[in-house]
């Protein structure tokens, strides 16, 4: 598998890319069969999972597929009252803001995600062998960020309250939800992903003091947990340029890059110790085929650059999801030219 050679220092047989947010809303197969159903109950799905994760393998020959679910599924899946709202994203009933609120957060059962792993199952019998399939989980601060909102957020201002006024209340919410983290990736090592990522997605709303003192512990811990089974872990955040040293340190072998650092920079600045993973500004592949040819050269360039200086790997992909409304033949394309370049 070429996505496993490059995120454990082999040299893969092809360059390897998937893109996030492959599955979903640029593909017009996802849209006809979402159309009459709402997305977290496609989530706890097992043939419509295992379909949607399959749509852009087959279309597009990416490297790996990612398992089609959500960051809020496995508190769905504890009981935790919760939407996806289109167009605005998770929403949750009761945010969470006091001990008793803490206290009453439910436990994640591997049970309760029984629809995920079977979906695994299935998908182990479809994908081709070549192709990796990645399973994933959102880290603690990014799922407290939703539950403590109430829902998406620009300033994340109640989070970074009781953090920096609560730090009791916060450890033990941001413990509990290390331990969800840690029983959801597990059930899908269990259920036989071959690589794990881990979505940070809104830490680089923090300073790196803010980051190391509150949130790299429990990061940490779901790192090491899982570490003992030995498939490759993916640590990425938005706008993380300068946590990627710390970000890199609670434990991975690999490290999610966005568009604002250059691929030889975030190598170095990670000391060349786990593979990168990155790094095209999802934008560009909405601004036609010669903005895409030059800006994945320069990324290839600047990531053989850093392999070639000793980072052990280069997965190509997006520095955040895959927008809505790009083209999918333009998604294809930009595979095609990733494998010959
Ligand atoms: O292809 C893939 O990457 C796999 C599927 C996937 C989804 N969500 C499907 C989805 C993955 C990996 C996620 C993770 C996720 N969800 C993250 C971390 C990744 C990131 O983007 O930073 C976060 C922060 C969420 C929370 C979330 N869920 C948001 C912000 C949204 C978008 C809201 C919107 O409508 O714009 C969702 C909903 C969601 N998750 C959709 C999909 C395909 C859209 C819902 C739909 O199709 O109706």
């Not at 197969?29 to 159309?35: G, N």
């Not at 300033?155 to 609560?166: D, I, P, Q, R």
């Amino acid at each position: 598998m070429p996505l496993i050679a490059a995120a454990t220092g082999r040299v893969p047989a092809r360059r390897p890319v998937w893109f996030m947010r492959q599955a979903g809303r640029s593909l017009p197969e996802y849209r006809a069969i979402r159309a009459d159903r709402g997305m977290l109950e496609s989530c706890f799905d097992p043939e419509l999972v295992c379909e949607i994760t399959m749509q852009p393998v087959r279309r597009h020959d990416t490297d790996a597929a990612i398992l089609f679910s959500d960051i809020v599924v496995p508190l769905k899946a504890a009981g935790v009252d919760l939407d996806i709202v289109p167009g605005t994203g998770p929403v949750i009933a009761s945010p969470i803001r006091t001990a008793a609120d803490v206290a009453a957060l439910p436990r994640l059962e591997p049970e309760a995600v029984g629809a995920v792993t079977a979906a695994i199952g299935l998908l182990l019998e479809e994908l081709p062998p070549t192709v990796s399939l990645i399973g994933f989980a959102g880290a603690p601060f990014t799922l407290a960020s939703y539950l403590i909102e109430g829902g998406p957020s620009r300033t994340y201002e109640h989070t970074k309250a009781m953090m920096l006024a609560e730090p009791d209340l916060w450890h033990a919410l941001m413990g509990r939800l290390a331990d969800l983290t840690i029983a959801f990736l597990r059930a899908q090592i269990a259920a036989g992903v071959d690589a794990v990522q881990l979505f940070d997605s809104w830490a680089g709303t923090l300073s790196e003091s803010a980051y190391e003192a509150f949130v790299a512990p429990h990061s940490t811990r779901v790192m090491a947990e899982i570490e003992q089974f030995g498939v490759p872990r993916i640590h990425f955040g938005v706008g993380t340029g300068e946590l990627l040293g710390a970000m890199t340190r609670v434990g991975t072998d690999v490290i999610g890059v966005d568009w604002r650092t250059p691929l030889d920079v975030a190598a170095e600045r990670v000391g060349r110790s786990v593979a990168i993973q990155g790094n095209l500004d999802p934008t560009v592949l909405l601004a036609g085929p010669e903005a895409v040819r030059r800006e994945l050269t320069r990324i290839i360039a600047e990531g053989d650059r850093a392999v070639a200086a000793g980072t052990p790997g280069h997965i190509v992909n997006l520095g955040h999801g895959v927008l809505p409304n790009t083209d999918a033949d333009a998604i294809t394309h930009a595979v095609e030219l990733i494998h010959t370049l």
